[in-house]
């Protein structure tokens, strides 16, 4: 997790902020659905007005989420939710209209859980949470018109078809 090393070369120069802005509204009416989120994910939506998207992505609270020095970085941004603080809101570099891509990473796959532990059953059910929450989201997202990969999908799909235009939502 690196915070620093975002310059032009990042292939978020097309970042709208209030594009990230809404997608962060969206994501916190879903995840904290009922309830206020803690204090420490409230202070990382304390961006300066003044800042440029690149500058906002080059330090805390965005985490640089790619390891490798020759790929374009994605970006993320650790907001939780309501039962589990590490799920991230994710801005990746795509070859799309908007230059970038919105996803939900529910950053819980990476543990090795062992199937007769005694918590088995529970993380496995925080994780099931943790993938419904990122489907909402992506899909409120997509409705809202957001880049999502779905969208860049249908887009894709439907100029490979011929009709070299953008898809209407599904």
């Known amino acids: 997790m690196e915070s620093s090393g ?3 070369s990042h292939g978020l120069a097309g970042l709208r902020l209030d594009l990230l802005r809404r997608a962060v509204e969206i994501y916190m009416g ?46 993320g941004l650790r907001l939780g939710n309501a039962r589990y603080p ?3 809101l994710q801005i ?6 908007d230059g970038f891509l ?18 088995a059953d529970a993380f496995m059910a925080l994780q099931a949470e943790n993938q419904r929450l990122k489907v909402e989201i992506e899909q409120a997202w997509d409705e809202a018109g957001l880049p999502t990969f779905p969208r860049y ?17 599904a």
């Open 153 to 169: 999908l249908r887009d894709y799909l439907a100029r490979q078809a011929g009709g070299g235009k953008p898809a209407p939502n």
């Open 6 to 8: 975002v310059d032009q």
């Open 30 to 75: 879903i995840a904290y659905r009922g309830t206020e989120p803690p204090p420490t994910v409230r202070r990382r939506l304390e961006w300066k007005a003044e800042l440029e998207p690149g500058e906002l992505l080059a330090g805390p609270p965005f985490e640089r989420v790619g390891k490798a020095a020759d790929e374009k970085p994605i970006f």
């Open 102 to 119: 919105l996803s939900a990473n529910t950053h819980d796959h990476a543990l090795a859980l062992d199937p007769a532990a005694a918590d």
């Open 86 to 88: 590490h799920m991230k």
């Open 92 to 97: 990746q570099p795509w070859d799309c209209p």
